[in-house]
Structure formats: C-alpha cells, structure tokens
C-alpha cells in the first residue's frame, strides 16, 4: 500500500464524517425555502477546500453561488479542471424515506441521504484526493481548478454566463466530471461522450375551427393527417434519419471503437426485458449499444391534435402538433441539425396547412477518443485503485453542462462515474457506497499523478 | 289558386297556432326531468293526427314512445312511409335565448323557439297537408304510414328494433324525410344521398412505460412515430384512400350527375371563406363539391401520444393512438370498410409495436337517382308549390335513421327540407320561416297528389 493508499486508509474515519456533514445541509436549489441552506452548503465546501489546503472563493451568480477552488505549483505542468454540483434534487416524497433526506444514516455499507451520489459524494472524493496529495507530499503534481456549482438540478442557468467571462483564467488540459455511473459494481468505466441534443415543435394549422367531417371532409386538408405525413417523413424505411443533410456531420464508428464496444459486457435480453417493448428495434445495420451510443435519432416525444375523448366525434381538426428531440452526435451542431429540420418540414407540409416550426436549442455531443491522454491516465488510475481496468463506456444522453465545456473552454471532458445505475438518485433513498467512496478517492489522487 | 292551396291559405292562422302549441311543450328527449313533457307530446302529437282525421297510436319503446299515424284507402296503389321526429336539442345555454326557448314568439315572419325547425315545425307540414286533403278532398290519394319518433337527438337507440319487429306493416314504395335544409331562401332542394360512416380507433403500444430518450432512443420502436407512418399509409400523394380494397365498392360518378352538379349555384370561394383554412385540399381529380358529396374519405379526428404539456419531455412514449371515421358512398359497407382497415393497419405496423384496432360501426351511405319517380314527383311538386324547379343536392353527412330505412325495410329515401342552413337548430333562438312552413305544407300535398 502505496502513500496515498494509507493516507486514505487512516483517514476512513474522518472522511466518511466530512460526507456525513456535507449531506446533512439540505441544498435543494429548486427550494426558494432552502436558498439560504443552499447558500450554506456553498460556504461549507468552500470550508473543506480550505482544511484540505487549498484556496477557495464563493462566486455570487443572479443564481445560487458557485465555489471555485484553486491550486497551481510553479513546477506543475498541466491544469485540470473538476467540475461538480453541490445542490441536490428535492428529496419528495417524503413519506418514502425510511429516514429523514437530510439526516444520513448508514445501511450495511452505504450511506443513505438525498445527495449521496449525485453529487456530493462524487465531487468530495476529488477534493480529499487533492487534500490526501497535499498531506502526504505536500503538493498535487498537476495544477487544479474546482468548479462547484450550485444550480445543476435547476439547468446551471448561471454557469455557462461564468464560464464566458472567465474563460482566460479557465484555461486548462482538460475536465473531469463525477456525476455518473459505474458499469456496475465491481466494473469501473470511463464515459467517453455524450450524445447532444436538439429540440423542435412542429405546429400545422388547417381550418379556422374544428369543422363537420361530413359537411367538409374530404375538400379541406387534415392537420391531423398532413401532421402524420410529416411525421412519417422523418425516417426512412431503414429507419434512418430521413431529413436532407442530416448525417453529413455524422462520424462513422470508427474501428477501434466497434472492438471496444464488442469488450462492453451488455446483455441485450435483460435491456428489452428493462424496456417493457415487444422487441429492440431501430436504424439497420448498428447494433443496440451502436444506436445508442453512437448514432443519431430524431424522436416524436408527443404528439396531440383533435378529439381526445371518450367515442366518436366526427371533425376535421383544426389544428395538430408535435414535439420532437433528436439526439445528436460528433460533429453534428444542434443549430444546424434544426435549420435543416425546419426546412424539410416546411418542404414537407402542403399550401394547404399553416405550418410552424418553434426550435427550441439544445446542446453539443460531447467524445473523446480512448487514446485521448486524460482517458489513457484515467484507465490507469482506475486500475490501481479498483484492481481491475476500467471499460469505456458512452451515454446516450445529453449532460449540457459537459457540452459547454467543451463549447466556452476548449476542453476534453472525461466522465468518471463512481455511482451505480441503482442509487436512486432523484428518488427516496439515495444512497451511495462508502466502498466506492474510497476507491473514488483513492482514483482521483491516482489520476493527478497519472497525469503528471 | 287550387282547393288545396285555398283550404292551406284559410287555415294560415289555425297552421301556425297548431305549430305555436307543439312548439311549447319542452320534449327534451335529452333530459330525464322532461321524459314527462316528451311523453305529453308524443300524445299531444297524436292528437294532431286524429284532429286531421288518421289513425293514430302511441307506441312505447324502453325509451321514449313512437307516435305512429296510417292512413289507407282501398283504392290507393301506393304507399309512402313519412319519417319525422317530436324530441329536440336541449336548449341551452337559456341565457342566449331572447325569449324562453318554450314560449314561442314571431320574429318578422319567422317563430322562434327550441324544435321550429328541427324537427317540430317540418314534419307537421307533413301532417297537415294530409288533413288538407282530407279535408278538401275527403280522401288522400297514396297510403300513408307516419313514424315521428321521440328519440332522435339521443341516436335513435329503439327505432330499428320498432322497424325490424314491424317490417311486414311497413311495407312502401318509399319514404320521405324532411329533417334538413333547402339550398337557400328561394331555392327549393331535394336530397337524393348522404354518405354513410364507419367509425375506428388505432392504439400502438411499445414500451411498458415512457422511456428516457437518452438512454433508450433509438434502440426501440417509438409508438408516436410508428402510429404517424401507419396514419401516413392511410392516403396516397393525390391524397387518395390508400387502404386496399377500399374504393371496390365505390360507384363513379355517372355523367348525368356531374351534369346535375354543375347545375348547383355552389361558391367555391366563399365555402372556403366557411372553413377559415389557407386552401381547399382533397382527392386529385375531383371538385370540392364531388369530394364532398360522392367521394369517400379516411378524417383522422384526433391523434394523441405522449408529452403534451408545456416545454420538452424527452421521452419515447409508451403509446399512442388516433380516432379515426370514414365517410362511405355506395356500395360501400361499413363492416366491410372496417374489415380492410384493420387488416391495412396492421400489416403496416411494424411488430415492435402492438396495434389495436378498435372497431365503432358506422352506418351505410343512401342514394337516389334522380331518375327516382320519388324523386321526379317530388321535383314536381316543390316547382308547382315554390314556383321554381328544385336543385338536386346530397350531404356529405350521415343520418343512420335514413340508412336504417334502407337497410331494414329496403326503402329509398327522399330528404325533402324546407329548413334553412341558418335556422340555428341545436342553437340558441332556433328559428323556421312561416312562408316556407306553409309552402312546406303544399308541397306535401302536392307530392301525394304527384305520386298518387
């Protein structure tokens, strides 16, 4: 057992009381009631930056505060960024907490409280990894920049406005970012991208009110049937994404990464099992964790128009709509993915429908290849505290706060996850493990010296 | 002026306050607390019938009684069944009467009150113009069987268990219903069709519950997206019914009556100013008025699935569905309809989906020729009684009872209105015009007369 790994040894104790703590101030940012409690919060990390020997500062936003940490060494080359979030999700409902949210109570191994795994359990392991190379060597061996804000669950409305005014003291080697999970308990994993996303609404008008389908069916167009025709252009019989010019900033996987993939211990029966649906089903010629993963969508989320009642009621609507996201991947822009979408809808629909198209943004895929520097210590890292190598993995879903990144500052963002798929984070019961509590800690203080 | 026409002019004051007491009894079949008041006028018109000297009874059904009326006389050759009913809409909202909806008063020359026109004020036309011949005449020169039944704003639920159980008393040589409108003020109209409807319900179902589009999009099938390609498959680009079979049993429009068409004082343009839509839309080929009154339709009245609230949900749904009627023309059938939709439906979903498909019923389509002696006697009558030769029109709409005359008893069916399209039946301040009351009434006689 290296230094480090005693340090951290000795410290149990001591460590899982500064989680204890951490978790027993209720920073629901969503809570105007908690705004003060939340404001607190912000304080007491900057307090454990301190203790742990780094320089701290709270920096006010219209918004919750964010705390910024800071270390440099004269002699240190590189500077990371570690991006975490001190607020948590309301802990309703209440009556479905074996223990009060905020009083955080100990079962088997782990600890249960809101905010357990997301995120303070996660972002606390990197900053006693940064206090445990200050303990025992008296200096971490690369430079870190700790952004800690307080207004992920409410959608980081202040950061990126932080992000902008600040990006020349910002400038870093890459980001690191623990708010995710491991493959599962004993199978560490690196997320290595993101898909983006782009969210659109499709409005068709026809006549001015509903109208008598016998009196006018059939001489006027059907919003309802003109907004299927749409719909249904959308996709090819493949399945493929059927909007002109939609893939042309689409990489293919590359080859290396299919063979990562086939590493990737994914059973396809227990994922239809979890789904509920009668099969899998998508673009030809990819897999399921390809389609995923690495391929893009353009998914109706809804769609309403007409009579939704109960029997029969014989109208031509006046007016039919849906709501569409599409999941974006490298190097598609979700700008652009939108020009192209409202063009082709409005290609699509006929002069007899009024037809609108409201873009709603989105946010940028986000990838790193697994011979990326940061990913290649990361795999490292993983591997000396978890015995065991890491898997890469990707997510099919959009984290905006790791596309600004990537979009304001320039950096790789890797995504190191030490919670599980079942922590119940957003419900009653969060918990996370002290087990992994650890190991995170132990990953991150090998990570700064893998990166050296 | 002739003996009917002079006994008709005489009995001016008498007609209208026959029409004026019939108008005050509030026979909302609708209304439990009026199933008295319906009962009163089913005997109240009853009454009518005797006082103008036929036979008449009530019959009662498990809902609101028929008052059946015949007239035969040994050297009639022909018999004609008269449909009509005594219920009516429920008045409200009262607060947009100008009067009480039961106390009715004269506005210029029209009476305003709940049933003038629909159907109180019509079918008494009826039943006079057979008391003017008995009256002149001392005999009426066709059979005639009455059936005004009281339950026709509440579907008509008891009336074709009546005809099946009666069919061999009801035996005709054709009916006459005058339940709607002519085309205009001075512009008498006979009704030689009306489409018929077949009603049905689609419902995909994927996934067990919404999914996060994230984390599952693309891997499995997207009810709303699936349904909108099965909603899409449902016409072709010269938005034709694409279901096979479909138009089997659809009759062309034969040339005489494309020449009758073009004889109907029909405006384009201000029909489409009526719907409020950017255009008029349908079925490659054919004008707006032969969409509307001989070609079959595929309406999608409602569609829903999904998120349908404010802002972005990123979800594939668990399900989504569409309501779905058809208006038929002959020969079409519902069943059969039914049968070729389902079977569309579901060998164009895709087996990732379940798919229901939700059969309603419908009715059948009825239709004339004009070369119908009916139709020609009755053409001659509404010229001798309006001085002026009626147009020949057809509805786009479906009134089952007209159907069901056909179905059951094998009669042809002449819808004679003297309603006006702005009489605001089913609205409040319901009105029906004196002047074609009592025009109504001759032309009645004379259609006997014509037919005898």
Redesign the interface.
């Given at each position: 057992m290296d230094d480090l790994a005693s340090h951290i040894e000795r410290n149990r104790e001591a460590f899982v009381s500064e989680l204890m703590e951490l978790l027993r101030i209720p920073s629901v940012s969503a809570d105007p009631d908690r705004k003060e409690d939340t404001a607190r919060c912000a304080r007491h990390v900057a307090g454990i930056f301190r203790r742990m020997g780094l320089e701290a500062r709270i920096v006010e936003t219209p918004g919750h505060p964010i705390v910024r940490a800071d270390y440099s060494h004269p002699e240190n080359k590189r500077t990371y960024l570690v991006y975490g979030h001190y607020d948590v999700q309301p802990p309703d409902p209440l009556d479905k907490w074996l223990e009060p949210p905020f009083e955080p109570w100990l079962d088997g191994e782990d600890v249960v409280a809101r905010g357990a795994s997301d995120d303070k359990g996660q972002f606390l392991a990197h900053i006693l990894a940064a206090g445990t190379h200050l303990a025992t060597r008296g200096r971490i061996p690369v430079n870190l920049i700790f952004l800690i804000e307080g207004e992920e669950e409410v959608s980081s409305d202040h950061l990126a406005d932080y992000l902008e005014k600040e990006a020349p003291g910002l400038r870093a080697d890459g980001a690191v970012v623990s708010d995710t999970s491991m493959w599962g308990p004993d199978t560490p994993a690196l997320g290595l991208g993101l898909?983006g996303?782009a969210?659109a609404e499709i409005r068709l008008r026809?006549?001015?009110?509903d109208?008598?389908?016998?009196?006018?069916?059939?001489?006027?167009?059907?919003p309802?049937?003109e907004?299927?025709?749409?719909?249904?252009?959308?996709?090819d019989e493949d399945r493929r994404v059927a909007v002109p010019g939609f893939y042309d900033q689409v990489r293919e996987i590359p080859r290396e990464e299919k063979e990562l993939l086939s590493q990737v211990p994914f059973d396809e029966g227990e994922?239809l099992d979890s789904?509920?649906?009668?099969?899998?089903?998508?673009?030809r010629g990819y897999s399921?964790l390809e389609?995923?993963w690495f391929?893009?969508?353009c998914?109706?989320?809804?769609?309403?128009?007409?009579?939704?009642g109960e029997?029969?009621?014989?109208?031509?609507?006046t007016c039919?709509g849906?709501?569409i996201?599409m999941?974006l991947v490298p190097d598609q822009d979700p700008e652009t993915v939108l020009e192209l979408f409202e063009a082709h809808v409005k290609r699509t629909a006929?002069?007899?429908?009024?037809v609108e198209v409201i873009k709603?943004g989105g946010a940028r895929p986000v990838s790193l290849s697994p011979d990326n520097p940061l990913v290649q210590a990361a795999a490292g890292a993983e591997e000396r505290a978890f015995g065991k190598k890491p898997i890469f993995i990707r997510?099919?879903?959009?984290i905006p706060v790791v596309g600004e990144l990537k979009r304001i500052l320039g950096l790789d963002v890797l995504l190191m996850g030490f919670g599980l798929e079942d922590d119940r984070i957003h419900s009653p019961n969060e918990k996370f493990s002290l087990e992994r509590f650890r190991k995170g800690i132990l990953t991150s203080a090998y990570l700064w010296e893998e990166l050296a």
């Open positions: 898909r996303i969210a026809g006549p001015a009110r109208l008598h389908s016998g009196g006018f069916g059939g001489a006027v167009a059907n309802a049937a907004l299927a025709r749409v719909l249904a252009s959308l996709h994922f789904t509920g649906a009668p099969a899998l089903w998508g673009e399921t389609r995923i391929r893009p969508t998914e109706v989320n809804g769609i309403a128009g007409g009579y939704r029997g029969t009621k014989t109208i031509v609507p039919a849906a709501k996201t999941r006929p002069p007899s429908v009024e709603q997510s099919g879903g959009s």
